[in-house]
Structure formats: structure tokens, C-alpha cells
């Protein structure tokens, strides 16, 4: 049975995530009920950015497909007293409450965690937002991209010559909401060791420092404030980095003593391990430009494929710098089953192919059994569930409630 089979989670997220969050929880077994807006849905159901205008227009943008298979879709004004009385029924039996609304408005709506523990003590509730629940900032509404230029991200990518960058995918989003199903995922295992529900405040801005881990560490241990460095390694290594090649870039990974040895050979610049100006990684780092020139001049030679496949051979990190097409059909990503594909989804008539889970457990793992929902597909079903008659939920539907 999957780990969280049987785990009911009430889904108050929107965008990527919160949604990203509770995907991957639904990814696991849990039935997750996602609270959509009554008429319009999530918003980024309609965000067409780089996508196929078949999607949006059916709010199914393909921003929004990726992280809400394996959800129900539930409409529901919060709004209104009717809205929150079904909410709170839904709670009643639910163990996971994820939500991303900016800090306080679940307060001022009434179900705020202090709230709903005193009615559900066992209850797990869990809050992402971009800056975390205290001040001074804590109110600031957040994207990825405000995200990665507030959290200091954006100073340290590109170059000089460029300026700062923002990462191409919203990495900040992933991020938090992988971190926000492993904090909920602990939660779950403390409760069932101590009985107790938990409160649990996910920042954005904590995890963009999350994923600069070393460049904290470097900043306080020599004060130096990090700057753009483009492609140079963070190990800052002569032999790593990326390359032109005579067909294609290569970025090579040789960070240690061993790697550089062999990637000499393997190119054919034995000689160089014994030039007293490369022997020692402190000449190499010293004498880099000549170095770098030698290995430019080699690279030129043979493609980045060709090159590719001689250097992992001779146990040296390297890779052609591929675009998402090239690696989606890489028989490394076919094989590990990661990809799944929802034929002629409802909706959109239309094939859907999303990710799975980035590991895979012997037995009990990840599994995709229902494309993203269209909105609010499932209301009926669920407020059945709750005891609503046929004629109810219409008069709910009437009321603009559902």
C-alpha cells in the first residue's frame, strides 16, 4: 500500500507552489481535494506562457497541468457563510490542510490554524508563502521570479557582461513545494509516534537560500560577497567548465585530482601532467587561461557527443549541453518511467504528459491514475460525500456557493 493511502488532504493552493506541494503528496496516495475559485479556478489554468493556446483557452494551460494530476477538483466561495461551513465539513475528516494565500487572509476568513485546532488537535496545517508568517515582510506577496531576485539568486547567475539572470524554470517554486511535502511527510510520522497535529510555515525566500547553501557558508566564513560567475564551476576548478567543441557545447566536471588525470589522457594531453605550471591545483588555478587554451584547442577536434562518450568511459564527469526536447528522449529519462502520458484528456481532447515523483521506491512508489481536473469536476462527488442531496448542491451551484 503507498505510504499515504488513506491520507485525505484539503487543498487550498494555487499556482505552482502550493500545488507543486500537495502533487506531490497526491503522487504518493493521498486524496487531495483541490478548493478551486468558483468560475475561474487557478489562476495559472489560464497563464498561456510559452504554451499552446489549445490549453489555455480551455484552462488547462500547460503551467497548470504539471503539478494537479492524481487531484479532485472541488469550487468553493470562502466567501461565503455556506462556502465555509462546507469547508469546515470537509475538514472534519481531513488530516492535511496546505494552503498559500498571503499571510493573514486565513485568519480574516475564519479557518486559520489556531482556528481549526481547536476543533481538530490532530490536525497537520501547512502554510507556503514567499517570505514565511513574521514580519517585517512576511505580509509581501511573492512570485518565483520575485523570489529569485529578492532572495539574491539573480545577483549570482549570468555575467558581468550580462547582469543578473533569473533561472529559466520556476525553481524556487519546485523547491518549496518539494520541501513543503517532505515537511508535511514528517509531520504525518510524528503524529502517528505522538498523537499531535502541527503547524508548519513554508518560506520561499528560506528555501532560495536553501539552494544557495555554499554561497552562505562562503559569505560568512570570508565575507565575501559572491558575484555572477556564468558557467565557472563553483568548485572553481582549471578543468572543469564548459567548452566548444567542433559540433556542439560540452561542460566537463573533472573537480578533483583524479579527473584531471584522466581527462588529460583520455583527450590526449598526457604531457601536461607532468608541466610543473599544471602539476598541482594551485599552478592550475594560477596558470588557468594557458591551461584552458590547451584544452579549447583539443576540444575543437571531435564533437561534443564523440566527446561525451570517451570521457565518461575514462571516468571523467561530462555531458553535451542538451535542450528539454534531446533529454526527454533520452533512453536514460525513457527508462526510469518518470514521464507518464494521459491520452485525450477531458477537456482538452488532447494527450497530457507530465512528471512523476524524481525517485523510485522498490515497491509502493508514485503513480499517476487521473489527469488534472477540470474545474470543479469532482464538486458533486465530493459534496456528496458530505451528505449533500442532488437538490442542495444545486441550489449551491444557483447560489454561486459551488
Known sequence: MQALKGIKVVDLTRVVAGPYCTYQLALMGADVIKIEQVGRGDPVRHSGAGSDQHFWKHAMATNFLPQNANKRSLTLNLKSDEGIAIFMKLVANADVVVENFRSGVMKKLGIDYDTLRAKHPKLIFCSLTGYGQLPPIGH???????????????????????????????????????????????????????????????????????????????????????????????????????????????????????????????????????????????????????????????????????????????????????????????????????????????????DVTVLSTPFRLAHDGPTLNSPPPLIGEHSEAILGELGYSRDAIQGLREAGVV
Open 140 to 350: 509581501y506577496t511573492a512570485y518565483d521570479g520575485v523570489i529569485q531576485a529578492s532572495g539574491g539568486m539573480m545577483s549570482v547567475i549570468g555575467t558581468k557582461d550580462t547582469g543578473p539572470l533569473k533561472v529559466g524554470p520556476p525553481i524556487t517554486d519546485y523547491a518549496t513545494g518539494m520541501a513543503g511535502a517532505y515537511a508535511i511527510s514528517t509531520a504525518l510520522f510524528q503524529r502517528e509516534r505522538e498523537g499531535c497535529g502541527q503547524y508548519i510555515d513554508v518560506s520561499m525566500l528560506d528555501m532560495a537560500l536553501a539552494l544557495m547553501s555554499s554561497y552562505v557558508t562562503d559569505y560568512f566564513a570570508t565575507g565575501n560577497v559572491p558575484g555572477p560567475r556564468g558557467n565557472e564551476p563553483a568548485s572553481r576548478s582549471p578543468s572543469a567548465g564548459t567548452y566548444d567543441t567542433a559540433d556542439g557545447k560540452l561542460t566537463l566536471g573533472a573537480n578533483e585530482d583524479h579527473q584531471y588525470e584522466r581527462l588529460c589522457r583520455a583527450i590526449g594531453l598526457a604531457s601536461v601532467l607532468t608541466d610543473p605550471r599544471f602539476k598541482e591545483i594551485d599552478a592550475r588555478r594560477k596558470n588557468i587561461d594557458i591551461l584552458r587554451a590547451e584544452f579549447r584547442r583539443v576540444l575543437l577536434t571531435r564533437s561534443a557527443d564523440e566527446w561525451e562518450g570517451i570521457l565518461n568511459a575514462a571516468g571523467v564527469p561530462a555531458a553535451r549541453i542538451r535542450t528539454p526536447a534531446e533529454i526527454l528522449q533520452h533512453p536514460q529519462v525513457t527508462g526510469r518511467g518518470v514521464l507518464h502520458t494521459f491520452k485525450n484528456v477531458k477537456g482538452v481532447e488532447r
